[in-house]
């Protein structure tokens, strides 16, 4: 059995590739590229700006970041949401926007008032993406394994010894996340560090908020799904399939089951293999005669 493929029952991953194109291209358009841009001084000392805080998480500042991010979304992430579900992984990525909110924002505050560094904070989800990377290299089994032999390719033998190399189908999601990591430099090597710190937290079960805490959050799940209602239609169809092959088998008019019961009960009635096959010739005149 294959897997369904694009993002068939994948809402979450769905929307967060949607998300990831089109708020940087809404952004661009409108020329709202300065509000995302966040450091302690200015926009909060002086201009008292705290929601930015809020928004800085919510878009990439340049192409290059965007595309990482829906490779990395559409190439790997989608194998989380099989294996949490839907709604878990939904849950998930609202706990790691908050606590990458409520974490960034407590160590730039202490790095500005403790040592007088203004840490410049990258715009986008860095945390979130590397909160869900230690559950993908967690869950996500390898799918294969290739070693390679460097010693044959470069015709370089040291000590007499063969030096092979291991890769699986997870260098390319380690390729992109390191491109991401140092994409901003010192400041998204902060970020994402911190991300898959809180990821690493989370997964352990050391922070005190999980995914069921956040049961109030699966009526909105479900109103942007319409989850519910394709359940419900599918369970109906089951139920209607299911009513219909019922009726099938008890709508056999009576004197049809009477007739049935009395070839079963007659022992006398040869068997339809005892019965000889009857030529061509006799059917067309058996109809003829009825």
Same mark, same amino acid.
């Given at each position: ?52 805080? *809020? /928004? &800085? ?9 965007? !595309? =990482? @991010?829906?490779?990395?979304? %559409? ?25 990458? *909110? /409520? &974490? ?9 008032? !403790? =040592? @007088?560094?203004?840490?410049? %904070? ?25 070693? *390679?032999? &460097? ?140």
């Amino acid at each position: 059995m294959s897997l369904p493929k694009g993002f068939k029952f994948l809402h979450v991953t769905a929307g967060l590739t949607i998300c990831i194109i089109a708020i940087p291209l809404a952004v661009s358009i409108f020329d709202w590229k300065p509000y995302f841009m966040f450091a302690w001084d200015p926009f909060i000392t002086k201009w008292n700006q705290f929601w930015r805080l *809020f /928004i &800085i998480q919510l878009q990439f500042q340049n192409q290059s970041e965007v !595309t =990482i @991010g829906v490779v990395i979304t %559409i190439l790997k992430l989608k194998g989380l949401e099989r294996v949490f579900g839907s709604l878990k992984l939904f849950k998930i990525i609202i706990l790691l926007l908050f606590y990458n *909110f /409520i &974490i960034i924002s407590t160590v730039s505050f202490t790095l500005f008032k !403790t =040592i @007088g560094w203004n840490l410049f %904070i990258p715009s986008g989800p860095f945390g979130v993406f590397f909160g869900l990377y230690y559950p993908y290299i967690k869950y996500i089994p390898d799918v294969y394994l290739a070693e *390679f032999d &460097i010693g044959n390719i470069a015709s370089i033998k040291p000590l007499g010894e063969d030096i092979s190399v291991s890769i699986t189908d997870k260098f390319s999601a380690h390729f992109f996340y390191l491109l991401l990591f140092f994409s901003e430099g010192i400041p998204s090597m902060i970020v994402c560090s911190i991300g898959y710190f809180i990821g690493y937290l989370y997964f352990h079960d050391l922070i005190p908020l999980s995914d069921s805490s956040l049961d109030y959050l699966d009526p909105i799940y479900y109103k942007l799904t319409h989850e519910k209602e394709y359940e419900a239609r599918s369970n109906s169809d089951d139920i209607t399939e299911n009513t219909s092959s019922s009726n099938n088998t008890n709508d056999i008019p009576g004197n049809e089951s009477q007739a049935i019961d009395l070839v079963d009960d007659d022992t006398n009635v040869p068997s339809r293999e005892d019965t000889p096959v009857r030529t061509f010739g006799q059917q067309m005149l058996d109809t003829f005669r009825r």
